[in-house]
């Protein structure tokens, strides 16, 4: 920089200071901004740890600060007739133009800098983001350059302050409102994106949400050097003022002209690249994540991404395409010619409406508008569609959005997730048009299948033997080179029927019990890391085995939909509140809505003692009674190394006119006991607690009224913080988690040596637990709560993971699937007995899991049914959906889909970002205590500067004096 620039810079900054109006406007620009963040955007209302209510508004609080600080830097010169004399001076105008410039942009930076203490006050309240932060300032700094480029050419051309200071503004307001959402709002979406470019406001909030792209920075010098050349020209024509038009002067308009337009013109050349910006946030949610990119490496064949958008749409709706469309190119940049996006308008396009309409059921959803002139209706497309091969989802606007209420009439509407949403869109069509095909074709090793067949089977096993070799025919020729088929005969090896058992657990069995010569007939597919056992199927057919053996190759093979086996006993339906589900038959329609695009869903009822062949999970709610078959079935899933989800307690509760508990016998209390877990017959009450609506009596006049009532319901735990683990991709992602009706559950460390155990949620320290099945709440003996607190309060687990290898409870005993003579029948019933049992299925017990082998106990009968979702979401007047994506998380991490499970957390965490509780007082300290250091800075920056004058008053005096 040249010295003359920084000296007409330091002249213009001590020009500033010497007016009481500039202090003025600097401290009005701190009081708007205070009052804006803690009334305006209601900061604490808020409850998220961010400073967005700064940034939003200050396109439009930066007008009027930049328009006060540049109406005065030429008209002023002008007004006093020294504008001449600059110009004459020998200074080069380029060195006047860039330090009047520096003076204004450093006091702006001055303004942001005295705004510090926001930021720094959230972050003592809660976890912010400064990467947003950061972006914030920076953007705020570029716009600010912007805009005092506009000004001084502005102050170039008026004649006086007041007019420099209403075209300034008018200036800078119109580059503001024509990017904006009252002027976009009236046209379509691809007319408002082009109005969106050309706008500072929307590129502003490109860069405060933490990405910084070149594109926006660009933009802004731009327009920068844009103004800053039309000011220079402007003060050449001033020079020219009153002598006849020559050829330079004509020369120094096209060079102009020609400057300008290259300026805008890199604008468009830059609009081409996608790919130069950097995500600032932490998290980096605004970057496509690995899993999207692992499933669009899967591609084999085009993925078409097709957006139908209608040009006129709902307000609420029309800024959320561009963000679609900007996260849509990002899909095509990661797929390469994989990936192909476009963006239609079906009401243009009567052939893309048919089609639309025919084939993918896709039709304009009414949206009913209103302003202070009209109310209409408009019909309008928000759907994305998803289409590879011949499978394809469609996302609608319900899936695509999450609408807020704040008050009655303030409405927010932001998207929701989209890129989980749209992944998860891109693996459902993955895995259903894989599913119709080659699962050898995605296998990364070769399979080796063995089967442990005895070489002398029983007479009823050996046809069995050759369906099987049938089977095994018919997938070598589908497979390829991709399986290899070889049998061991564990009789004659010893040291191998050993370590069958030892280390799979395989066990000879019996063809039944007056055949008791035990045989083996146990299969299993390895890829030379990991071992399947094959289940044998139910019938011994061709059809069958290959169908047994095709659902554990899709376990080796990525993209397969994977198979979740359901046992959900339910109950007579009992009445409910108005609108409510009905209850004690429970039901599951949220669970199997939020399961629908990750898993098929099979329900089994465990009767024949077997888990469906292809199940890939296993997940028991609420059992009751559970007889040995069903308890082997679970058991025997375990052991060929599956992943068991159980949501159980000892105690059952229904919700009807009343909250009725009763304790209930699942059946498997010994069975978990013999891996160390134990569920005391008791319910956890904490004081962090959930609220609903329950029956409460009060006595009007003599007379005891019941009444329904929101109240804090001690029974329902208010699980968040450290009570969700948070080194788990189960519970991480999750901010809060309300688990009703839970029981504690024990771990006994020794029992679980060599297994990893993961607790997954706890109570707060203030949990307590009761055995009475009294849960109506008396106000007036206990006071808020209802209940009284007990003295063994503490952390209670009501959610645990075990990972490693099991023993079967079942080890050293006869399975329970074997047929058996009842006592005291003889003769020809006896015989007909036997002619049963030599038609009877083999069957053994597996006696050890492999290492892959996963357990999960969730210790409350009610928390993923509908009644909870209900209830719960009535008390907070909205669906409550966090169980069922608890559920979710549990059965990715089970399936290990880890990648899917990382995204469905990623967007979320920014809105986990919350303030810490506090009260009203403390709300206000924080909020005076802002206004304080704004002042306190604003006084201290007043004081070094009459310092400096004194200084400077003294040196001179000092001079005078010695002259």
Request: charged share 25%.
């Amino acid at each position: 920089m040249r010295p003359e620039t920084w000296n007409v810079a330091r002249k213009e900054l001590e020009g500033f200071f010497a007016s009481p109006a500039a202090w003025l406007f600097l401290g009005a620009f701190l009081a708007v901004t205070l009052f804006v963040f803690f009334w305006v955007e209601t900061f604490f209302a808020r409850n998220i740890a961010d400073v967005k209510p700064l940034f939003q508004w200050m396109p439009v609080l930066l007008i009027f600060l930049v328009a006060a600080l540049t109406m005065r830097s030429w008209a002023e010169e002008r007004r006093a007739g020294t504008l001449e004399v600059l110009l004459t001076a020998p200074v080069s105008p380029w060195s006047l133009i860039l330090g009047k410039f520096l003076a204004a942009w450093l006091l702006v930076a001055l303004a942001l800098v005295l705004t510090l203490p926001l930021p720094l006050t959230v972050a003592f309240l809660g976890p912010l983001d400064w990467g947003p932060v950061l972006g914030g300032y920076l953007a705020a700094l570029f716009l600010a350059a912007a805009y005092i480029a506009m000004g001084l050419w502005v102050s170039s051309r008026a004649e006086n302050q007041i007019v420099s200071l209403i075209l300034g503004a008018a200036l800078m307001g119109a580059f503001y409102l024509v990017g904006s959402e009252l002027l976009t709002g009236f046209v379509g979406y691809r007319t408002g994106e082009w109005l969106r470019a050309i706008g500072v406001g929307a590129r502003f909030q490109s860069i405060t949400r933490g990405v910084l792209d070149l594109r926006d920075l660009y933009y802004y010098l731009s327009l920068t050097g844009l103004f800053l050349v039309l000011g220079r020209y402007s003060l050449e024509r001033l020079r020219w003022a009153g002598n006849p038009t020559r050829p330079a002067h004509r020369a120094w308009a096209w060079i102009t002209g020609l400057v300008a337009v290259n300026l805008l013109a890199g604008n468009l050349w830059l609009g081409q690249i996608g790919s130069a910006r950097a995500d600032l946030t932490a998290g980096q949610v605004y970057t496509l994540s690995e899993a999207t990119r692992s499933y669009l490496a899967r591609l084999r064949e085009p993925l078409l991404i097709r957006g139908y958008f209608s040009a006129a749409t709902h307000p609420l709706l029309a800024p959320l395409v561009p963000q679609l469309h900007d996260l849509l190119e990002e899909y095509a940049v990661a797929g390469g010619d994989r990936v192909h996006v476009a963006f239609v308008d079906p009401h243009d396009d009567p052939k893309v409406e048919k089609e639309a309409a025919s084939r993918y059921g896709i039709r304009p959803v009414p949206f009913q508008t209103a302003s202070k002139y009209q109310a209409s209706v408009v019909n309008a497309y928000f759907h994305i569609l998803v289409a590879y091969g011949d499978q394809y989802q469609v996302l609608g606007y319900r899936d695509l959005i999450d609408i807020k209420a704040r008050s009655e009439t303030d409405l927010s509407v932001e998207l929701k997730n989209p890129e989980y949403r749209i992944t998860q869109a891109i693996r459902k069509v993955l895995d259903q048009y894989q599913g119709g095909g080659n699962p050898f074709a995605n296998l990364g090793r070769k399979l080796v299948f063995t089967g442990y067949v005895s070489t002398n089977l029983p007479k009823n096993m050996q046809p069995v033997r050759k369906v099987l070799d049938e089977a095994l025919d018919e997938l070598k020729k589908q497979a390829g080179d991709r399986l290899q088929v070889q049998f061991q005969d564990p009789d004659k090896d010893p040291k191998l029927a050993r370590r069958l058992t030892t280390e799979f657990g395989f066990q000879p069995m019996i063809a039944s019990l007056l055949e008791p010569k035990p045989f083996w007939f146990s299969l299993s597919l390895s890829d030379g890391r990991q071992t399947q056992a094959v289940p044998l199927p139910e019938k011994f057919t061709t059809a069958a085995f290959k169908r047994s053996l095709l659902a554990a190759v899709k376990r080796f093979s990525p993209g397969f939909l994977k198979t979740l086996a359901v046992f959900a006993p339910g109950g007579a339906a009992r009445p409910a509140f108005p609108g409510m589900p009905a209850q004690g038959g429970k039901t599951y329609q949220v669970l199997r809505k939020a399961l629908k695009d990750t898993v098929r869903w099979v329900d089994t009822d465990l009767g024949d003692g077997r888990v469906p062949a292809d199940a890939d999970m296993l997940m028991v709610l609420a059992p009751g009674k559970l007889d040995e078959k069903q308890r082997f079935a679970i058991d025997q899933f375990l052991m060929r190394g599956g992943s068991v989800l159980l949501a159980t307690a000892p105690m059952d509760v229904e919700i009807g006119t009343g909250i009725d508990a009763r304790k209930v016998d699942s059946g498997l209390a010994d069975w978990l006991a013999g891996y160390g877990l134990k569920i005391a017959p008791k319910l956890v009450l904490d004081t962090q607690a959930g609220a609903l609506p329950i029956p409460v009596e009060r006595s009007v006049g003599g007379f005891m009224i019941r009444e329904i009532q929101l109240v804090d319901y001690p029974y329902i735990l208010d699980v968040r913080g450290d009570g969700l683990n948070p080194a788990s991709p189960v519970t991480n992602s999750l901010d809060q988690l309300y688990v009703p009706f839970a029981a504690p559950i024990e771990v006994d460390a020794k029992e679980n040596q060599g297994r990893k155990v993961t607790e997954l949620l706890r109570s707060s320290q203030h949990a307590w637990t009761s055995d009475s099945l009294d849960l109506i709440p008396d106000f007036r003996r206990h006071g808020r709560l209802g209940f009284a607190v007990g003295k063994d309060q503490g952390r209670r687990l009501v959610a645990v993971m075990l990972e490693g290898r099991f023993d079967s409870a079942f080890k050293g005993k006869k399975s329970p699937l074997l047929a058996k003579t009842e006592d005291g029948k003889k003769g020809d019933e006896a015989k007909d007995d036997t002619k049963k049992e030599d038609k009877a299925r083999p069957a053994g017990v597996l006696e050890r899991s492999p290492d892959s082998a996963r357990l999960i106990l969730v210790a409350s009968n009610v928390l993923f049914t509908d009644t909870a979702e209900a209830l719960i979401g009535e008390a907070l007047g909205t669906r409550y959906l966090k169980p069922a994506l608890f559920a979710q998380n549990l059965v990715d991490w089970s399936l290990e889909d880890q990648g899917l499970l990382a995204l469905r957390g990623r967007d979320r965490s920014r809105f986990a970002r919350t303030l810490r509780p506090m009260d009203r007082s403390t709300q206000a300290f924080w909020e005076y205590l802002d206004y304080g250091l704004a002042l306190a800075g604003l006084l201290g920056l007043w004081w070094l500067d009459r310092r400096r004058r004194n200084k400077t008053r003294a040196r001179y005096a000092a001079i005078l004096k010695e002259v």
